[in-house]
């Protein structure tokens, strides 16, 4: 009979390297991810201009010299100290607001330090004065 | 003569499903790979204990003070400069969140006419950059 004889062949697009090619692609990526750690203490700034009369006796003043002593309330303190008496000092009034002022050659580090005390209270009263 | 043909087993392993296991991945990677664009300053971060993971990346803008530079995005700035870009960001993206990476040795002078100039861009949502204290 002059019928062709049905083509035993099947045709394959050989898949083989395509394991390949995602190998390729997953180590590029490997070596280029990065997990980003960058932690920090979030803040947010007022708006300019923004000046509000407060009472003298809902203030706490923390005063940061450059040498890095702390004066709270013109009391001298440790800074590890803070956080407690910050805390007694806010259970005795509710609305206190905790104003932090730094000398302008004190170290940031200081700042960071006092600032984590003062955050680790959970009050969310805080002000940064302007340094002098 | 009674041979034995020998029994030819070929065991395989199949492997047709590498390919997909190798695509999970490299999803995987795609999808957690935010490419690192700028190196910034060398810059030793202060420690403290109550740090917060930044929530978005993407909303992130870092600003590198290493006392004697401010850069930003690879640019050294004067500071007075500081507050055109931070404006010109934060009318890309209003949800802008500025990271600042100081030096522990920075005096706060600095650090307050950043704050001025944040300010006056509008950016009032920023982040102290610092290590986790090892308490």
Same mark, same amino acid.
């Given at each position: 009979?002059?019928?062709?004889? =049905?083509?035993?062949?099947?045709i +394959?697009?050989?898949?083989?390297?395509?394991? @390949?090619?995602?190998?390729?692609?997953?180590?590029?990526?490997?070596?280029?991810t &990065?997990?980003? &750690?960058?932690?920090?203490? /979030?803040?947010?700034? /007022?708006?300019?201009?923004?000046?509000?009369?407060? /009472?003298?006796?809902?203030?706490?003043n923390i005063? +940061?010299?450059?040498?890095? @002593?702390?004066?709270?309330?013109?009391?001298?303190?440790q800074? /590890?100290?803070?956080? &407690?008496?910050?805390?007694?000092?806010?259970?005795?009034?509710e609305?206190?607001?905790?104003?932090? =002022? &730094? @000398?302008?050659?004190t170290?940031?580090?200081?700042?960071?330090?006092?600032?984590?005390?003062?955050?680790?209270?959970?009050?969310?009263? +805080?002000?940064?004065?302007?340094?002098? | 003569?009674?041979? #034995?043909? #020998?029994?030819?087993?070929?065991?395989?392993?199949?492997?047709?499903?590498?390919p997909?296991?190798?695509?999970?991945l490299?999803?995987f990677?795609?999808?957690t790979?935010?490419?690192?664009?700028?190196?910034?300053?060398?810059?030793?971060?202060?420690?403290?204990?109550?740090?917060?993971?930044?929530?978005?990346?993407?909303?992130?803008?870092?600003?590198?003070? $290493?006392?004697? !530079?401010?850069? *930003?995005? $690879?640019?050294?700035?004067?500071v007075?400069?500081?507050s $055109?870009?931070v404006?010109?960001?934060?009318?890309? $993206?209003? !949800?802008?969140?500025? *990271?600042?990476?100081?030096?522990?040795?920075?005096?706060?002078?600095?650090?307050?006419?950043?704050?001025?100039?944040?300010?006056?861009?509008?950016?009032?949502?920023?982040?102290?950059?610092? #290590?986790? #204290?090892a308490?």
């Amino acid at each position: 009979m002059l019928v062709d004889k =049905k083509k035993d062949r099947e045709i +394959v697009i050989p898949t083989s390297s395509m394991a @390949d090619i995602a190998f390729i692609l997953l180590i590029f990526f490997l070596v280029t991810t &990065t997990m980003n &750690t960058d932690k920090g203490i /979030p803040m947010v700034l /007022p708006p300019p201009g923004q000046t509000k009369e407060v /009472p003298k006796k809902n203030i706490c003043n923390i005063l +940061v010299n450059s040498q890095g @002593d702390v004066l709270l309330g013109n009391e001298p303190i440790q800074i /590890p100290n803070i956080k &407690t008496e910050l805390e007694r000092r806010m259970a005795e009034n509710e609305n206190l607001i905790i104003s932090v =002022k &730094t @000398d302008l050659k004190t170290s940031y580090d200081y700042f960071i330090a006092v600032l984590d005390q003062v955050k680790m209270t959970g009050s969310t009263r +805080v002000s940064i004065a302007e340094p002098e | 003569m009674k041979f #034995k043909k #020998k029994s030819q087993v070929t065991e395989e392993i199949p492997t047709a499903s590498m390919p997909d296991i190798i695509f999970m991945l490299l999803i995987f990677f795609m999808v957690t790979t935010v490419l690192k664009r700028f190196t910034g300053l060398p810059v030793t971060l202060p420690e403290a204990e109550k740090i917060e993971k930044i929530e978005s990346r993407r909303h992130t803008s870092y600003i590198w003070m $290493d006392g004697a !530079q401010i850069s *930003c995005d $690879d640019q050294i700035l004067e500071v007075g400069q500081v507050s $055109d870009v931070v404006y010109s960001k934060l009318i890309a $993206d209003p !949800q802008l969140l500025i *990271c600042l990476k100081g030096d522990r040795q920075i005096e706060m002078e600095v650090l307050h006419k950043v704050h001025e100039e944040l300010r006056a861009a509008g950016a009032l949502r920023i982040n102290y950059s610092t #290590k986790l #204290k090892a308490s």
